[in-house]
């Protein structure tokens, strides 16, 4: 409502008729409220009274405003990237009256490369909905290296009432991480390491640190699955590790494999 001159507060009553008993859920000393006790579901008409100093000075009740629905509450959403597997993990917190959930995803990677808006249509033939009564989702069919929009909505019992779905929020789905094996290489004695195969991955980034738990460099890429430190110095000892890569993600950092270069 607009600001009334010589209000200190305002009054904000309610009834579910128009033409009903209206009774009093609040006060604001803004020119909005939020009502916070109203029922999923339930149609209200809301009434304004400006206060002044005494109630003696009060204004007479507003014209009721249009009917407005009670929606679910909309759930606070966060977006991980699950450091093992490299999924996307979308969670939230409970919302009081809602009986699930559904988590709505989409691929808006070529949309993200040329900074335009995916239309209607496309949205309508490519959106994924995971439904859910848990607070979290782990979205285990996505595709590394691919950015997702992702938003949530709670459904109450009477599913007619879901909530507004939450803000967009972007991830980009990462490789799993890959487990690591060293070795010293029977020709040059230089050390080395193989690991597995990973899903999705465009290539391997294999780190190097001379300390155990940090001090870890990118040392090269390796577009095979396994690796061999050339510039490894004769008597020294190192740590490695390895990630998977794609051209717009990387898995986190693979366990560590010690080695002394002969």
């Known amino acids: 409502w607009e600001k009334v ?10 009834a579910t008729a128009e033409d009903g008993k ?14 916070t006790k109203a029922s999923v579901g339930t149609t209200y008409y809301y009434k304004v009274v400006a206060a002044g100093s005494k109630s003696a ?23 991980k ?3 093992k597997t490299g999924v996307p993990v979308v969670s939230w917190g409970k919302v009081s009256g809602a009986v699930g959930y559904i988590v709505a995803y989409i691929d808006v990677t070529d949309f993200a490369e040329t900074g335009a808006e995916p239309d209607e249509e496309y949205v309508l033939e490519h ?21 997702y929009m992702i938003t949530v909505v709670s459904v109450p019992k009477n599913e007619e009432y879901y909530s507004v779905p ?8 990462a490789c799993a991480t890959p487990k690591i094996t060293g070795f010293i290489d029977e020709d040059s004695g230089k050390p080395g ?26 040392l090269g890429i390796a577009y095979d699955t396994y690796f061999i430190d050339e510039t ?3 008597g020294k000892t190192y740590y490695y590790k390895v990630t998977a890569a794609t051209d717009y993600s990387e898995s986190a950092l693979s366990n560590s494999v010690k080695l002394k270069s002969k």
Request: hydrophobic share 30%; aromatic share 10%.
């Open 193 to 218: 390491a193989y690991w597995n195969e990973v899903d999705g991955a465009e290539g391997y980034i294999v780190y190097r640190s001379t300390k155990s738990g940090s001090g870890y460099k990118a």
């Open 232 to 234: 490894a110095v004769k």
């Open 81 to 83: 990237v699950d450091s």
């Open 57 to 79: 000075y009060n204004s007479l009740k507003s014209a009721a405003t249009n009917p407005v629905t009670a929606l679910a509450a909309q759930p606070a959403v966060k977006v």
């Open 22 to 35: 209206y009774t009093k859920v609040g006060t604001s000393t803004k020119t909005s409220y939020t009502d």
């Open 166 to 173: 939450t803000d967009p929020q972007y991830v980009v789905s």
């Open 5 to 14: 001159t010589g209000a200190k507060k305002y009054e904000v009553w309610r």
């Open 127 to 147: 959106i994924q909905g995971v439904p859910t009564t848990k607070t979290s989702v782990m979205l285990t069919d996505t595709e590394p290296g691919r950015l």
